[in-house]
C-alpha cells in the first residue's frame, strides 16, 4: 500500500501526538490516514466508531490492508464486528495481542461494557456526528476514558463552529463549554412568541484565527481537495419551478388538502416541514423537471431525496421510464444497477448515502430536494467528485421559485463558507 504526498504530510503534522483530527475534504483518503496513525499509536486495543452503513467497509478494510488472516497466534491481530452479540463477546475475551473493534454510532451508547476499556485507541469516523453533547451517542462517547484519540471528517462542523466543542473535548482542549462560546460564538437573545420565551441564537464568530491556531495546536490538520489533487471541475446548475397553487394556499392558510391527505402547520417546525413536503413530492412541476433531467441523457446519474415518498414517486417515474435503479436508504443498500448499468440512476437518502459512498462511476446529480444539514450537502457533493474521478461534474439543484427552498439554499451556501474559512491556513500570521 502506497500513501499520498498529501496523506504522509497529514501523518508528518501530527507525529508524536496521541490526539489529533484530520479534518481532510472529502476524497483525500481519511481511512488510510486514520489506520495508518492508529498503527503507529500502537495500542493493543483500538475501537472505531462510524456510521451503520461503513461497519463492513472499515472491517473489510483492515483485513484487506493490516491484519494477516492466516495468522492465528497471540502475537496477531483481528477485527471484531462489535454490533454483533458473537463479535462483541469475543472482542473482549480475544486472544490476539492487538484487536480491532468496529461498532456504528447508533449501537455505542447500548454497550455500557465498553466503558471499561483501558489504554485503548478511539478513532471516531465522521466526527462531526458528535457535534450534539447532548444526544446519547456523545454522551457515551464523551464518558470514554481512551488514552489516544484520531478523529475524521471532511465536515468537522458543519459550518458552525458552536458543533466543534465535544470534538475539541476529546482532542485535549480543557476548555469549558461557557467559555468556548464566550470567547468565540456571537449570540443574540431572541423572542419565542410560541413559547413565550426568550432563546439564544447564534449570529456570528469571533477570533477565528485564534480558534484556527488552537484547533492546530491540538493535532487537528485541515486539507482542501484542490490544495492535493487537479480534480475535475465542477458546475452547478439551478432548476427552479414555480411554486404550486397548493404551496401558495398552504403559505397564505397554514393548512391545504393535497392528494387527500390534510397538511396542518400549525407549529413552525410542522410548516416547514409541510412547505419542504409541497416543494418536493406534491410537486407535479418539479417531478416533470426531474423526469426531463433523466430523460436529458443516458449516462449515470445519482439522485438525492429526504422522505420516503419522495422515494416512492421517484421509483415509479423511472420504471415509467424503463431506466433501471439502485436504492441506498435506511433500510436497503443496492449498488446492483450501478455498477452493471451505464444508464442507472441512483437514489440516495441523504442520512444514509451522503457520507463514505464512492460513486465516481459517474459524473451528474440531481438534487430532488435539499438537506437541513450543511455536512450532509457538502459531503453528498463529493461522492462523485473525489480521487479516481476524471469527468468534469455537473450538480442540478431542482427548487420551487420563492419558497422554504431558497431559505435553505441560502443558509447552505452560508453554511459551506463559515467551513471553508476554517480550513484556510493564513500563513502570514503562522497559524
Known sequence: MQ??????????????LNRVAYYLDMGLGKTFVGSEKMIELNADVNLVVCQKSKVRDWIEHFFRYYIDSSSCDETGAWCYDLTEPNGFEMF???????????????????????????????????????????????????????EN?????????????????SQLHLLGWEISKELFFQHYIITEWMENAEFGISIPRVVGYKNVDRLKKKLRDH??????????????????????????????KFRRNKIVTVEGLELVGDTALK?????????????????????????????????????????????????DMERPFSIINGEKKDLKAYEEADNSVTLIQYQAGAMGL????????????????????????KRIHRIGQTQACFYYILTVKDSVECRIKETLEMRKDYTNDLFEFDRKEGL
Open 3 to 16: 500513501l499520498y504526498p498529501h496523506q504522509i504530510s497529514a501523518l508528518e503534522q501530527t507525529k508524536g
Open 92 to 146: 473482549f475475551h480475544s486472544r490476539y495481542k492487538v484487536k480491532i473493534g468496529v461498532i456504528n454510532y447508533d449501537v455505542i451508547f447500548r454497550r455500557p461494557e465498553l466503558l471499561k476499556l483501558e489504554k485503548f485507541t478511539l478513532m471516531l469516523d465522521e466526527s462531526s456526528l458528535i457535534q450534539n453533547e447532548t444526544a446519547k451517542r456523545t454522551k457515551a462517547i464523551l464518558k470514554m476514558h481512551p
Open 149 to 165: 484519540v484520531i478523529l475524521l471528517s471532511g465536515t468537522p462542523t458543519g459550518g458552525k463552529y458552536e458543533n466543534l466543542w
Open 219 to 248: 493535532g487537528a490538520v485541515f486539507l482542501k481537495a484542490d490544495e492535493c489533487f487537479d480534480l475535475p471541475e465542477q458546475t452547478f446548475i439551478d432548476v427552479s419551478v414555480d411554486p404550486s397553487r397548493e404551496y401558495r
Open 271 to 319: 410548516q416547514m416541514l409541510c412547505e419542504r413536503q409541497l416543494c418536493g413530492m406534491y410537486s407535479a412541476d418539479k417531478m416533470q423537471a426531474f423526469k426531463d433531467l433523466v430523460r436529458s441523457t443516458q449516462d449515470r446519474l445519482i439522485v438525492f431525496y429526504n422522505f420516503n415518498e419522495e422515494l416512492t414517486k421517484l421509483k415509479y417515474a423511472l420504471i
Open 358 to 381: 464512492n460513486l465516481q462511476k459517474a459524473n451528474k446529480v440531481i438534487y430532488f430536494t435539499l438537506p437541513l444539514m450543511s455536512e450532509l450537502f457538502e459531503q453528498s457533493k
